[in-house]
């Protein structure tokens, strides 16, 4: 069996780790609280859909990695 190509020995936080737990989370997380957001709102066409998503999307995506970045640097420690 061939040696892997790369290995790494992160110094820190992984951040690779945080990225895909940042994902995961905000997909299982994230988007149903938009879906429920946005039923109070009259978003009559896609545009309209596309704009809310990222409207609320987006600060939902930044807390949800701050609180995986802060917690993958408290367990680290």
Do not use: C, H, N
């Not at 009259?42 to 998503?53: C, D, I, N, P, V």
């Amino acid at each position: 069996m061939p040696e892997p190509v790369e290995t790494t020995d992160p110094d820190g936080v992984d951040y690779g780790w945080v990225m895909q737990t940042t994902f995961v989370v905000t997909i299982l997380v994230g988007a149903p609280l938009v879906a429920l957001l946005s039923i109070s709102f009259e978003l009559a066409t896609w545009g309209a859909r596309a704009e809310f998503a990222i409207r609320v999307g987006a600060p939902i995506w930044f807390v949800t990695a701050l609180i995986v970045f802060a917690y993958a640097k408290r367990t680290q420690e």
